[in-house]
């Protein structure tokens, strides 16, 4: 009788269950430890064992792998990565408490400028200590220290060679911010604001200032002359046209020169329907505080009589009350003049006293009824 059970060709992995060759001695899938003799492999069968699929066994494999990586993220996350991958030990050190010094304050060093070797210089004919010292920018009694030998007196000969000391350079300050030149130009120019009233012009309101009209026009951007009534136009002070006369001094100046008459022209008339009439001057010049323009108006009118009015103001124009208006029909011809005149004292009463501080200008009439003109029928 023969015997049926053959000796198997393969062996099986007591672990995961995989089945391997006869002759394997270790499982290619989880690496376990195979039994070499027949008779352990047999045991092993025999013995109760846990066995696990292929499947499983590769599903495993890989929750663990996925684990590895995960715990491999985290511990990357929170190490520094400038830390390298061994520790450094370090020995401990026991801190000692020490007393910490407050830290001085620092100064910036000033260089210190290094004086400049003297000049050496031979002297020629008809000069002198102080033609040198000026000469040199330098004082007189620097050229005397530097030389021994010269006297008070600084006597000087042809030919004599003596040292002029020089000066000692000086750090230049910092730099400060500035302005555009432009903008630093309008910025240091005085001006004040005028409004334009009736019968104004942009002459007449340069001459008032006694300023440039080119220089009006360039500061308020206007294309022409043409001013309205109730128009605000910066005038620039620092462009006035210098005015003839003295420098003020402490001194009382010179008499002024005769106004430029303005406004209005010689031979204006004025009627009912004009409410006021103004007077405009051109300025002499920057008035003291004692001084004023005196404005004379006189009716000539033949027949009636001496009437005249006279004020003082401190501006080149003057406004002609109502109250000196004729009351009748007839143009009454008014004739007006204006000069400066100075405060030098007050009467009794306590009325100004004044005296004429220069020239008187030219005389202009105008005419000013107390009715409307009639108009000129039309033949």
């Not at 049926?4 to 006869?22: E, I, V, W």
């Not at 004020?311 to 109250?323: F, H, L």
């Not at 004739?335 to 005296?355: H, L, T």
Request: aromatic share 6%; proline share 11%; hydrophobic share 35%.
């Amino acid at each position: 009788m023969t015997d049926q059970t053959s000796k198997p060709d393969y062996t099986t992995c007591p672990t995961c269950g995989t089945r391997l060759s006869a002759g394997a001695t270790r499982c290619s899938v989880c690496g376990a430890q195979l039994q070499s003799s027949t008779g352990e492999r047999r045991r092993g069968r025999r013995s109760s064992q846990v066995t696990l699929s292929l499947p499983i066994a590769l599903a495993l494999l890989a929750l663990f792998a996925l684990i590895s990586a995960g715990l491999t993220f985290v511990a990357m996350r929170f190490i520094d990565p400038g830390t390298t991958d061994q520790p450094e030990f370090t020995e401990t050190v026991t801190p000692t408490t020490t007393p910490t010094l407050a830290p001085s304050p620092t100064s910036t060093p000033v260089p210190s400028p290094t004086p400049l070797p003297p000049i050496e210089h031979s002297v020629s004919a008809n000069e002198t200590c102080l033609g040198l010292a000026v000469f040199y920018d330098v004082s007189l009694q620097s050229i005397v220290n530097a030389n021994p030998g010269l006297t008070t007196d600084c006597i000087l000969s042809v030919g004599q060679v003596i040292l002029i000391p020089q000066a000692t350079p000086t750090p230049s300050p910092e730099p400060t911010v500035t302005l555009p030149a432009s903008e630093a130009t309008i910025a240091a120019c005085d001006t004040i604001t005028y409004t334009v009233e009736a019968n104004d012009t942009l002459m007449g309101i340069a001459a008032n200032y006694n300023v440039d009209m080119q220089a009006i026009l360039d500061y308020n951007e206007k294309p022409n002359e043409i001013v309205f009534t109730g128009e605000i136009l910066i005038i620039p002070l620092c462009e006035r046209l210098p005015t003839p006369g003295p420098t003020p001094t402490a001194t009382a100046p010179p008499p002024y020169p005769a106004p430029n008459l303005l406004l209005p022209q010689d031979g204006s008339a004025f009627t009912l329907a004009n409410d006021t009439v103004t007077l405009q001057w051109a300025a002499v010049g920057e008035l003291r505080e004692n001084e004023f323009y005196r404005v004379t108006v006189l009716d000539v009118t033949e027949g009636s009589g001496t009437v005249r009015l006279i004020d003082v103001v401190r501006d080149t124009k003057y406004i002609v009350p109502t109250s000196f208006r004729p009351a009748d029909p007839v143009p009454h011809i008014m004739r007006w003049w204006v000069e400066v005149v100075r405060q030098v004292g007050s009467s009794e009463e306590g009325e100004p006293i004044y005296e004429v501080g220069g020239a008187s200008s030219i005389r202009r009439d105008f005419t000013w009824s107390g009715a409307a003109l009639e108009a000129t029928p039309t033949p």
